[in-house]
T-cell receptor
Framework: QKEVEQNSGPLSVPEGAIASLNCTYS??????FFWYRQYSGKSPELIMF????GDKEDGRFTAQLNKASQYVSLLIRDSQPSDSATYLC?????????????FGQGTILTVHP | EAGVVQSPRYKIIEKKQPVAFWCNPI?????LYWYLQNLGQGPELLIR????????DSQLPKDRFSAERLKGVDSTLKIQPAELGDSAVYLC???????????FGPGTRLLVL
């Protein structure tokens, strides 16, 4: 089992819809969770992160954590064509691996007009 | 504030040749990371530096890869000799300290022929 898993997609949603991206992780001791967006040919850029103690909303983006089921989700409301990109989930484990970030393979999102 | 700077942006070499990548982190960031990203995959950590000390190089193929961060600022990643399978994007990231948010540079796209 991979440490962090994402459905590679592609996930296609119409403009204005809610896009829901999910990520599962294997380490129960994971402390924090990150969502990065990566446009084709570009480097990952941080969208938002949450800690193990709660969800977070930032504009059109909401990150939610389900610790019992060990998955993290990213909701994008009012999706725009400019949101079309690969979304990378990254997890920071606890313990001695402090500082290490493990990425999933990414989910390709396409928002069509 | 300037972001993470990497050079070159693109490199094409023949197999068995050496190649080097350079990274200048965000000013004041003590932690520097080198990642490898294959097509359709998330970044994978190669090495992490705290100042000039390599604190996690467990994923670095030490038979052909080497890295240094002599003065705790800039870093160089070297491959010698390069193999066809080394074709990928090499990303550098930095963070203020271990466990803090990582910011990525634009990456170096390596093609080994």
């Amino acid at each position: 089992q991979k440490e962090v898993e994402q459905n590679s997609g592609p996930l296609s949603v119409p403009e204005g819809a809610i896009a829901s991206l999910n990520c599962t992780y294997s380490d129960r001791g994971s402390q924090s969770f990150f969502w990065y967006r990566q446009y084709s040919g570009k480097s990952p850029e941080l969208i938002m992160f949450i800690y193990s103690n709660g969800d977070k909303e930032d504009g059109r983006f909401t990150a939610q954590l389900n610790k019992a089921s060990q998955y993290v989700s990213l909701l994008i409301r009012d999706s725009q064509p400019s949101d079309s990109a690969t979304y990378l989930c990254a997890v920071k484990p606890g313990g001695t691996s402090y500082g290490k970030l493990t990425f999933g393979q990414g989910t390709i999102l396409t928002v069509h007009p | 504030e300037a972001g993470v700077v990497q050079s070159p942006r693109y490199k094409i070499i023949e197999k068995k040749q050496p190649v080097a990548f350079w990274c200048n982190p965000i000013s004041g960031h003590n932690t520097l990371y080198w990642y490898l990203q294959n097509l359709g995959q998330g970044p994978e950590l190669l090495i992490r530096y705290e100042n000039e000390e390599a604190v996690d190089d467990s994923q670095l193929p030490k038979d052909r890869f080497s890295a240094e961060r002599l003065k705790g600022v800039d870093s160089t990643l070297k491959i010698q000799p390069a193999e066809l399978g080394d074709s990928a994007v090499y990303l550098c990231a930095s963070s203020p300290g271990a466990g803090e948010t990582q910011y990525f540079g634009p990456g170096t796209r390596l093609l080994v022929l």
